[in-house]
């Protein structure tokens, strides 16, 4: 057998899955609005005024992903040779936020761009009782993390876990942390795992 292959944490919804895209335009039609990725300026949709609440979010981002809409996200630019280059190296843990629920369309969408690939998914939401994607990663032996919440970032670094921030108007305002590498590309998180 060969060498046991290190293992990645690589989170789906806007580091793989261009969800926030698909997610405005239906919010924009069903509102009347013309809001852009650029107006999205912290991760809580409530916290930027794009809901009043957080029960507000909560039910609009289960409308969508019950949707027909949700099937429309596209991979992030690089994504996808982002996601056959490490695989080349490193054994890839999808690690999200999303709920178990949306598991077969989870699956679905990665057989669709990566249709060779069997790779894990790991739902924090549900599947883990609720664990936290640091505990996630350090249950699972996961030293490096790739995500575009920095909470969830700031928290994997503080655990020792080396993590990637990618680059998205959600972020700008992030804490700093030795464990903590922000990136603007795919292809700079590549080059760095190389």
């Not at 924009?28 to 809901?51: P, R, V």
């Not at 669709?112 to 069997?118: A, E, K, L, T």
């Not at 993590?163 to 603007?184: A, C, G, M, R």
Request: aromatic share 10%; hydrophobic share 30%.
């Amino acid at each position: 057998m060969g060498e046991k292959r290190k293992r990645i944490g690589v989170d789906i919804d806007e580091v793989v899955a261009g969800y926030m895209k698909v997610f405005l335009k239906r919010y924009n039609a069903k509102k009347k609005k013309s809001l852009t990725t650029n107006d999205i300026t912290h991760y809580h949709l409530w916290e930027c005024g794009i809901h009043n609440s957080k029960e507000e979010s909560i039910n609009e981002i289960d409308e969508f992903q019950s949707s027909e809409d949700f099937n429309q996200i596209e991979l992030i630019d690089d994504a996808k040779e982002g996601i056959r280059e490490i695989s080349k190296k490193w054994e890839i843990y999808f690690i999200t936020s999303r709920p178990e629920k949306l598991k077969e369309k989870t699956k679905n969408f990665f057989a669709r761009h990566f249709p060779q690939n069997n790779y894990n998914f790991l739902f924090s939401g549900e599947i883990h009782g609720g664990k936290t994607k640091p505990e996630i990663c350090l249950q699972m032996g996961i030293k490096i993390m790739i995500e575009d919440n920095p909470e969830y970032a700031l928290d994997c670094a503080k655990n020792g876990i080396k993590t990637f921030l990618l680059d998205k108007p959600w972020n700008k305002n992030y804490s700093q942390h030795e464990n903590l590498i922000k990136v603007k590309s795919w292809e700079e998180i590549v080059k760095s795992l190389n």
